[in-house]
């Protein structure tokens, strides 16, 4: 049976309409006031969020990862060539003490926060059963690193193995997807036969890309802390990827690039010339050190949590308040709206998904709040400032149509 939604205002292509209701089934159907839908579909059963409720499309997480949710204070945090040894070190213990409790408990951090789709960084393959059965549709990247020459047709097996599993469950709530790691961990063969394989199959591909001053001072000079590193743990001592190398791969191939943190405004427009878009993961940058992207120069710009294992927690709505604070050189409500978009209709660009916008044919994913008085500035701007410093929960959720628990 159709339904009505109906809120004081409705996040819609950027702006908030006011008293407008949305229709929908499994998908929205039409966008008008509650009366004229009415005339549309008579017996749709309608619900009404009084008070200062505001209806989103869904929030759209597109970077976390899941395997690392048994994380909280093992892995060290300040420096990220020291979180690097440190994930080396205990990843297996971390993997071990990973269970379905821990991993389904990340997941509904992400649901009460309004997230209704994420994208889940998946290394072995230990999340697939929970993102399978997890509430949120799911986009799930199969991750494939590895530098080592001799290692790469094992890991190619491997990540090949993974996508299909993951293939072999496909639906229009799972979408098995690609993640490349990073220039610094993925050897150029590898880069190259798995960017084949994602324009072949048309699947979405991300990336983590100069997330720290080491891993750019690595990929151009062959120095820095990654240098020891490199050659203590894979007996190397020059990178297998040029920072122009590996962006040259991903030419005219739509990629969620991440973190960029490092990147120069000539690479940042080499994204944006591609049709890419960059996920932005503020409290993760600050935890390892690794500085803040000019968010300013992007295109296309996401928010992503990215995982426990960089991160203290899976809200989005903590990720939008740390950016909002972090960027005092863009003004507060310019930058809310900005961060608003990120999460919907800039994510829903990025991705081949219909989500994260509230028209027509989209699917009817929606994230509710409640402001707690009226709001003395109602334009577009005030409206999302206020929605991001003062809610801290979702007050109903609705994914396919159909209202969640949580
Ligand atoms: O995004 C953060 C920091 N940058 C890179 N990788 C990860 C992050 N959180 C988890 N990871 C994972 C990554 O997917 O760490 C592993 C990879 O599997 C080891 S990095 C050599
Ligand atoms: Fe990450």
């Not at 039409?30 to 009366?35: D, H, L, Q, T, V």
């Not at 839908?37 to 597109?62: D, H, M, Q, R």
């Not at 295109?299 to 426990?308: A, C, F, V």
């Not at 699917?363 to 402001?371: G, H, V, Y």
Request: aromatic share 10%.
């Amino acid at each position: 049976m159709a339904k009505i939604l109906e809120a004081k205002y409705l996040f819609v292509e950027g702006s908030y309409l006011k008293d407008k209701a949305v229709l929908f089934d499994k998908k929205i159907i039409a966008i008008n006031s509650k009366k004229n839908l009415l005339k549309i579909s008579p017996n749709a059963k309608v619900t009404n969020f009084s008070g200062n409720s505001v209806i989103y499309p869904g929030f759209i997480n597109p970077h976390t990862h899941l395997e690392f949710s048994a994380n909280s204070a093992t892995l060290k945090y300040g420096s990220f060539i020291e979180w690097l040894y440190s994930v080396f070190e205990n990843r297996d213990t971390l993997v071990k003490e990973l269970t379905k409790e821990k991993l389904n408990s990340a997941i509904s951090q992400m649901l009460k926060s309004g997230v209704t789709t994420f994208g889940a960084i998946s290394s072995f393959g230990a999340d697939l059963e929970a993102c399978k059965n997890a509430p949120q549709r799911v986009v799930y990247f199969n991750e494939v690193i590895g530098s080592s020459p001799a290692m790469v047709d094992a890991l190619f097996n491997d990540f090949k193995m993974r996508l299909k599993e993951s293939q072999d469950i496909a639906d229009d709530k799972f979408y098995p997807a690609v993640a490349i790691h990073s220039p610094y961990s993925v050897h150029p063969i590898l880069l190259r036969e798995v960017i084949k394989i994602v324009k072949e199959q048309n699947l979405m591909l991300t990336a983590h890309f100069l997330e720290s001053k080491a891993e750019r001072e690595w990929l151009e000079e062959a120095k820095g802390d990654f240098k020891e590193l490199f050659e203590n743990f894979f007996k190397t001592s020059s990178p297998v990827n040029s920072i122009e190398g590996f962006l040259s791969a991903f030419k005219e191939q739509k990629t969620l690039f991440t973190h960029c943190t490092q990147a120069k405004k000539e690479e940042i427009e080499q994204i944006n010339s591609s049709n890419s878009s960059v996920i932005h993961c503020p409290r993760s940058n600050r935890l390892l050190n690794c500085g803040k992207l000019d968010i300013n120069s992007v295109k296309n710009l996401l928010l992503g949590t990215d995982g426990l294992s960089s991160n203290y927690s899976l809200s989005i709505l903590d990720e939008l308040k740390s950016a909002l604070i972090m960027h005092t050189e863009i003004e507060p409500k310019e930058l809310a709206l900005n961060l608003i978009n990120a999460v919907t209709t800039n994510a829903s660009k990025a991705l081949d998904i219909k989500v994260g916008k509230i028209e027509k044919e989209y699917f009817a994913d929606f994230a509710i709040f409640t402001l707690p008085d009226d709001l003395a500035n109602t334009s577009d701007g005030s409206i999302a400032l206020q929605s991001i410093i003062n809610c801290n929960q979702a007050d109903a959720i609705f994914i396919d149509g159909e209202r969640v628990n949580f």
